[in-house]
């Protein structure tokens, strides 16, 4: 698959089988995140990889989504980062512009190992930190939802996936 190819066959999968990612798998994809630009060099992201039953109840516990995906990859942008931007007093909070920048290399990154993914931004953020205090500094920018697609109808592209504006209503060329 080119780029494009990737970039349209990955889309948001809402049920996922019971089969578990492979170590090698995550590994790949956890590189893929490293190696995402952030601004100023300054990677200021956190990721948790949650694959304990123990630990993946508190999320889902957290979400109105469970797509019963074996792994969840919680980002968290550091909210303590924040840039200037150029003009005089007006910073910009890094933590949910570069943690979407990780989170896209991440479910782009799982297509390309033959994984689906879904990127879930419906979060109880309260409940999360207080179910796991070690996310209390952070953003949480989404949790990804990682794993083998279910055959079934939910596994599969919602129509939404192809519902785009087009490149035309997208764009303005200057
Ligand atoms: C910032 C963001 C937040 C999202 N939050 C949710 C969510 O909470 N629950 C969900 O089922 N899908 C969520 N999605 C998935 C979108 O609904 C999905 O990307 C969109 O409908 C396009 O479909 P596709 O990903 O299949 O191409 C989110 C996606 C993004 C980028």
Aim: aromatic share 8%; hydrophobic share 40%; proline share 5%.
């Amino acid at each position: 698959m080119d780029f494009l190819e990737l970039a349209k066959a990955r889309y948001s999968c809402r049920k996922f089988t019971a089969q578990p990612v492979e170590d090698e798998k995550l590994e790949k994809i956890l590189e893929a995140a490293n190696v995402a630009p952030t601004g100023g060099n300054l990677q200021p992201i956190k990721l948790w990889v949650v694959r304990s039953p123990e630990n993946l109840r508190k999320v889902y516990d957290s979400t109105p989504y469970n797509f019963g995906a074996s792994t969840v990859i919680v980002v968290g942008g550091d909210d303590s980062t924040v840039r200037k931007t150029g003009a005089k007093d007006d910073f910009l909070s890094l933590a949910a512009v570069n943690g979407s920048i990780v989170a896209t290399h991440i479910i782009l990154a799982a297509k390309d190992l033959g994984l689906d993914s879904t990127w879930v931004g419906l979060v109880d953020r309260v409940q999360l930190k207080k179910f796991f205090p070690e996310m209390a500094a952070y953003t949480i920018v989404c949790i990804i939802q990682i794993g083998y697609a279910s055959p079934e109808q939910k596994g599969q592209p919602h129509k939404w996936h192809t519902a785009r504006k087009g490149v035309d209503a997208l764009t303005e060329w200057l």
